[in-house]
Nanobody
């Protein structure tokens, strides 16, 4: 499985960006897919995840009400719509697919990763 993330960039605080992650390779039917981020000097954290079959979602508290994760099963593509961006959202964002385990809120479940896309939010 190959994951290709795109859509990052530089945006002013309060602005919006939409990240896209396209999957290719083997038949794509993971337990779920997720978006992670890593800011300089910080550990990688999960931002949002979605169950591939049922569409149930998970968000970390700091992005609830601002970010929306979605997917298009027919296109093997996932999205992260980010609104109301804040400087603290600045990070490299990674998409990932969980084939290892169904507990998609755990990073351990993810065994395929995209290359990362930089999101920078200015104040």
């Amino acid at each position: 499985v190959q994951l290709q993330a795109s859509g990052g960039g530089l945006v002013q605080g309060g602005g919006s960006l939409k990240l896209t992650c396209a999957a290719s390779g083997r038949a794509f039917s993971p337990y779920g897919v997720g978006w992670f981020r890593q800011a300089p000097g910080k550990e990688r954290e999960i931002v949002a995840a979605i169950n591939w079959r049922f569409g149930t979602t998970y968000y970390i508290n700091s992005v609830k009400g601002r970010f929306t994760i979605s997917k298009d099963n027919g296109k093997n593509t996932m999205y992260l719509q980010m609104n109301g961006l804040k400087p603290e959202d600045t990070a490299v964002y990674y998409c990932a697919a969980a084939f290892r385990d169904s507990r998609i809120v755990n990073s351990y479940s993810y065994n395929y990763w995209g290359q990362g896309t930089q999101v920078t939010v200015s104040s």
